[in-house]
């Protein structure tokens, strides 16, 4: 396919070459990705800036979305592509080969530093979602931080870097410029443009920005940014979301509450923190949707309505491809119990089959339908049969349908339990909070109404 770039694009294409560190924070759908080959191949070929790229992915996308991109174009389709994935010995045969670019899952990133140390050979790096390093304790953060300086040029990909708040810049931030904008640590960034806010003696819970330091930061950075938003520059079809009330039996909901009751209570006494708040929610989660593990792992079945929610929801268009999102193993098994003909998602093959229209519904993990997954040309439903409270996955996993090349009116249906933990999360979802604060709000106001105030 002959690569006709459009003028955000070839703008981008003129800034990864100009600028040795840059953040392409460009939306989902505006094609990061080939914007970023055509400079490489660019940089390589007629600049000779580089001549050996490691592009760094989430793992679906480094073996299925790069090697298609490249082959997707005939300006790139020459470029030499290694993945350097398998086992150890696999590994380093794919590092061996000759290749122009060598693609590694992110979390292989160690062992690369590791084995290559003060030889660190390649003179650009890509990190593909660069939010996945936007944690400072993070071991791949720390690992790739040490071999920064042996890096030439360095491009960061992401449609959503802050999805936590601007905290999530810093080490992103850090990998580009090292620390040159928004400070060498995280102590001192935070120090510099935020107050200590809820905490218990030395450990601080939650950091408040200070006013006004939210457009400092984004000043800070801007030049070694390009932003842009989809509904800038695509016009893609209008996106309706739907929520779908399902009420439980009177038994059930008895039951809801009393067990909310018991897990709320069990952390009341205790300092609340993000962890348990993420254990209670959890559990409550597992009850609205029907099924909860035991002490030994093992699933208790409590209710099917959300079960007869999804039925009635497909019965009303037979003729309609379902891509359905689940967050717990047991969904997954309730769904294939009762729709025998879906499949879930594992392979490339997959999502062929499911692009062709060979799939009717399709059960996808939000956690592997994040980056580069194009699922927009199999159907234009989704439905939310479980919830999560991460704005990034959830806003990643509803544009595989909303993207470049869809043709209908995308419908994203959300499964909500009625009187039950599902509704804070979907008000969190609509209000874009974030997701660590949301689950502590929500438990915290559950303790406050089974302690008595």
Avoid at 112 to 118: D, F, S
Avoid at 152 to 157: A, S, T, Y
Avoid at 299 to 320: F, G, P, R
Wanted: aromatic content about 10%.
């Amino acid at each position: 396919m002959k690569f006709i770039p459009r003028p955000y694009q070839a703008y981008a294409v003129e800034q990864v070459i100009e600028k040795p560190a840059l953040a392409l924070m460009l939306d989902m759908g505006l094609g990061k990705t080939v914007v970023t080959l055509t400079a490489i191949k660019d940089l390589m070929y007629d600049y000779f800036e580089v001549s050996k790229v490691l592009v760094i992915a989430p793992k679906r996308v480094a073996k299925s979305t790069w090697p298609a991109e490249v082959k997707n174009w005939d300006h790139t389709k020459d470029l030499k592509l290694s993945i350097v994935a398998g086992s150890a010995k696999q590994r380093m045969e794919a590092l061996r080969a000759a290749a122009d670019i060598y693609v590694i899952n992110r979390e292989m990133v160690s062992w690369l530093v590791k084995l290559y140390k003060k030889d660190w050979d390649f003179d650009m790096v890509v990190i593909d979602e660069s939010s996945s390093f936007k944690s400072p304790k993070s071991k791949r953060f720390k690992d790739l931080r040490k071999v920064r300086p042996l890096i030439k040029r360095i491009v960061e990909l992401t449609g959503t870097p802050s999805p936590n708040g601007l905290m999530d810049l810093w080490s992103q931030m850090y990998l580009l410029d090292m620390g040159e904008r928004l400070g060498k640590t995280i102590t001192a960034f935070r120090r510099r443009f935020y107050t200590p806010g809820r905490g218990n003696g030395y450990v601080t819970y939650e950091w408040c920005l200070n006013d006004g330091d939210d457009k400092e930061i984004l000043r800070r950075i801007n030049d070694i940014c390009v932003s842009m938003k989809s509904k800038d520059y695509l016009k893609l079809p209008e996106v309706i979301y739907n929520k779908v009330p399902v009420k439980l039996s009177e038994r059930d909901r008895a039951m809801y509450k009393k067990m909310e009751k018991d897990y709320v209570l069990e952390v009341a006494n205790d300092v609340l923190t993000a962890g348990s708040a993420g254990v209670v929610t959890g559990k409550l989660l597992q009850l609205a949707n029907g099924c909860i593990y035991n002490e030994n792992r093992e699933i208790v079945h409590l209710h099917d309505e959300k079960i007869q929610a999804l039925k009635e929801l497909v019965e009303l268009n037979e003729h309609t491809s379902y891509l359905i999102f689940y967050w717990f193993n047991h969904d997954l098994v309730q769904l294939k119990k009762n729709f025998p003909y879906a499949r879930e998602l594992k392979t490339s093959e997959d999502i062929e089959d499911w692009n062709a229209g060979e799939i009717k519904m399709l059960l996808v993990h939000p956690a592997s339908a994040g980056h580069g997954l194009n699922l927009q040309f199999g159907g234009y439903t989704a439905i939310w049969y479980s919830l999560t409270w991460s704005l990034e996955l959830y806003q990643q996993a509803n544009k595989r349908l909303h993207r470049s090349g869809q043709e209908h009116a995308v419908v994203i249906h959300h499964l909500i339990a009625e009187g039950t933990i599902d509704e804070d999360v979907m008000r969190a979802l609509e209000s874009k909070g974030k997701s660590q604060d949301s689950m502590l709000e929500a438990v915290k106001a559950r303790i406050k109404e089974y302690a008595g105030g």
